[in-house]
C-alpha cells in the first residue's frame, strides 16, 4: 500500500510527466515556425518546477516513500532546482540558433528536453538500485536523440553514434557492479545495501570486484579518464545548444548518483572506492589540461577543461574521510557539490556566448573565430573573458572559491599523498590557465579573422538577460560565496544524519 508521503516525494516528477506530455501534444497544433508557445509553455513548466523544489528545499524535510525506492532530502531538492534553472538557461540561450539550423521544426527539442530532465530528477531522488539506473537510461536515451537532432549534419550524427556505443558500454558496466552488490547483499535498497555491506559478514573481494564495476560507469557519467572519450566528440560533433545541455545540468545528477551509491550506499568500502577515485582524478587533471592546450576547437577545448574540472569534483569526494580513520568530513562532499554547481553556472554563461556569436551557416566554435571579439563587441567579450576567469580559478571569480574549497578539504585530512595531490592540482591549475588566457588575448588584442569580422551581434532581451544575469553571479559569487557554500554544506550534513 503506498501512503501519503510516498506522493509527496514525487509531486515535482508527476508534474514534469505530466507537463511534457501535455507540450508534446500541445505541439502538435503549433504552427509557428519559431514554436513561441511551446517555448514559452516550457519555461513556465521549468520555472514552476524549481520554485516547487525551492520550496521543498527550504522545508529541510527528509521524506522516503514507494518502500523507501525514492527519498526527497534537501540535497536532492537543492541539485533539481538548480538542475531545472540550469535548462532553462540552456533553451534560452539555444532557442536563436535552433531556430536558424531548423531545429524547431518539430519541437522535439523541448519534449527531449524535459524528459531528459525527468531522467535528471529520477538519478537525483533514487535511493534504490533501480530506480538510479532508470533514471539513467531516460537522461541518456534522450541526450541520444538530441544529438542526432540535426538529421542532415552527419557530425551529429556520428557523435550520437558514439555517444550511444560507449554509454551503452558504460551502463553495462555500472549495472553489471550493482548486480554484483546485489549478489553480494541481497538487496538493492541503498541504505540497506550499507547496513549489510558494515556488518563485515561478506567477503571483501566480492564486494571489491563490483564496486570496480559501478566506479566505472559513474566516471563514464562524470567524463573522467579513462572514460573520457566520449566527451570531446560529442561536444564538437553535437550542436551547440546540445552540447550546452549535455555539458550543464546532467552533471548535478551524475554528482547525485555518485554521493548517492558511495557515499550513502557504500561507505564501508570507502579505503577502496577512495583510491579509485584518487586515480581516476590525477589521471583526468593530467590528460584534461594538457589536451585542451593542443586543441583548435573551442567546444573540443572546452570538453577537455570539463574532463579536468570532474577531477576537481573528485578530488572532494575523495577527501570525505580520512586515512585510518571513519570520521566523515561532509565538508569535503559540500565543497564538491558547490564545484559542480558553480561548474554548471560557469559553462551555462560560456556556451551562451558561443551560441550568441553562431549565426546561420556559421558556427563560430573555433577558437579563433574569438579574434578581435572586444573591438566587434566589448560587453560580450567582458561576458567571456569572465566566463574564462572564473573557470581558470582567477579571482575574484567564483572557480577560484570553488578551486580554494577542494584544497581545503583535502588538506584538512593531513594526509602526506593529500598534500601532494594538492600540489598537483594547483599545477594542473595553472596549466589550465594558459588555454583560458590565451583566449582572452585573442579577444582582446589580436585583429579579427575573416570569419570573425562578423558586423552586428545581435542577441535578442531575454538571452541578454540571462547572460548578464549568470555573469553577474559569477562575479557575485566569487565575492560573497557565504551564502551558497552554507546552503551546500547545511543539504549535505542533512544527508549524511540520515
Not at 365 to 387: E, S, T, W
Request: charged residues 10%; hydrophobic residues 55%; proline residues 3%.
Amino acid at each position: 500500500m503506498v501512503d501519503k508521503y510516498s506522493w509527496f516525494t514525487v509531486y515535482p516528477e508527476i508534474f514534469l510527466l505530466v507537463m511534457t506530455c501535455f507540450i508534446a501534444l500541445f505541439d502538435l497544433w503549433v504552427k509557428d515556425a519559431q514554436r513561441q508557445y511551446t517555448y514559452v509553455l516550457t519555461l513556465l513548466t521549468l520555472l514552476t518546477l524549481s520554485v516547487l523544489e525551492g520550496f521543498y528545499a527550504v522545508c529541510d524535510l527528509t521524506v522516503y516513500g514507494f518502500g523507501n525506492m525514492v527519498v526527497n532530502d534537501p540535497m536532492g531538492n537543492w541539485l533539481k532546482c538548480f538542475a531545472a534553472l540550469a535548462l532553462m538557461a540552456t533553451l534560452v540561450y539555444g532557442r536563436p540558433y535552433a531556430a536558424d539550423r531548423k531545429m524547431l521544426a518539430g519541437g522535439e527539442i523541448f519534449t527531449l528536453s524535459l524528459f531528459s530532465l525527468l531522467g535528471m530528477f529520477v538519478m537525483i531522488s533514487g535511493n534504490h538500485f533501480l530506480v538510479i539506473y532508470l533514471g539513467i537510461e531516460l537522461l541518456t536515451l534522450s541526450c541520444y536523440a538530441l544529438v542526432a537532432l540535426r538529421r542532415d549534419c552527419a557530425a551529429s550524427t556520428e557523435a550520437a553514434m558514439k555517444y550511444f556505443v560507449l554509454s551503452a558500454l558504460a551502463s553495462g558496466f555500472l549495472l553489471y557492479g550493482l548486480s554484483m552488490m546485489y549478489g553480494a547483499t541481497g538487496s538493492l535498497d541503498v541504505h540497506e545495501v550499507f547496513r549489510i555491506i558494515s556488518t563485515g559478514q561478506i567477503k571483501h573481494d566480492v564486494l571489491v570486484f563490483g564496486l570496480v564495476f559501478v566506479v566505472s560507469g559513474l566516471a563514464f557519467k562524470l567524463g573522467v579518464v579513462p572514460f573520457h572519450m566520449w566527451i570531446p566528440d560529442v561536444y564538437q560533433g553535437a550542436p551547440t545548444v546540445i552540447t550546452l545541455l549535455i555539458a550543464g545540468a546532467p552533471k548535478l545528477a551524475a554528482f547525485a548518483i555518485v554521493v548517492r551509491l558511495l557515499v550513502e550506499g557504500m561507505m564501508p568500502l570507502v579505503v577502496d572506492w577512495q583510491q579509485m577515485l584518487m586515480v581516476l582524478s590525477i589521471a583526468s587533471l593530467a590528460l584534461g589540461n594538457f589536451a585542451a592546450i593542443a586543441q583548435t576547437n573551442f567546444k573540443r577545448m572546452l570538453a577537455y577543461s570539463t574532463i579536468s574540472h570532474m577531477g576537481f569534483v573528485l578530488i572532494g569526494m575523495m577527501s570525505g574521510v580520512v586515512p585510518g580513520h571513519l570520521d566523515i568530513n561532509g565538508g569535503a562532499y559540500s565543497a564538491s557539490m558547490f564545484y559542480v554547481v558553480t561548474y554548471v553556472l560557469t559553462t551555462l554563461a560560456a556556451f551562451g556566448v558561443i551560441l550568441l556569436l553562431a549565426r546561420q551557416g556559421f558556427e563560430s566554435d573555433d577558437i579563433v573565430d574569438f579574434a578581435g571579439l572586444n573591438q566587434r563587441n566589448p560587453y560580450y567579450a567582458g561576458m567571456m573573458a569572465i566566463c574564462l576567469f572564473s573557470l581558470a580559478g582567477i579571482p575574484p571569480m567564483v572557480g577560484f572559491y570553488a578551486k580554494l574549497s577542494v584544497l581545503q578539504a583535502l588538506l584538512a585530512t593531513g594526509s602526506v599523498t593529500h598534500m601532494a595531490l594538492a600540489v598537483f592540482a594547483v599545477m594542473m591549475s595553472l596549466v589550465g590557465a594558459f588555454y583560458y588566457l590565451r583566449v582572452v588575448k585573442l579577444m582582446y588584442f589580436d585583429a579579427p579573422t575573416i570569419s570573425s569580422n562578423m558586423p552586428v551581434i545581435f542577441a535578442s532581451l531575454d538571452v541578454r538577460a540571462v547572460l548578464t544575469l549568470n555573469c553577474s553571479l559569477l562575479l557575485v559569487l566569487g565575492l560573497l560565496p557565504g551564502g551558497l557554500m552554507s546552503l551546500c554544506a547545511r543539504s549535505v550534513a542533512q544527508m549524511l544524519a540520515k
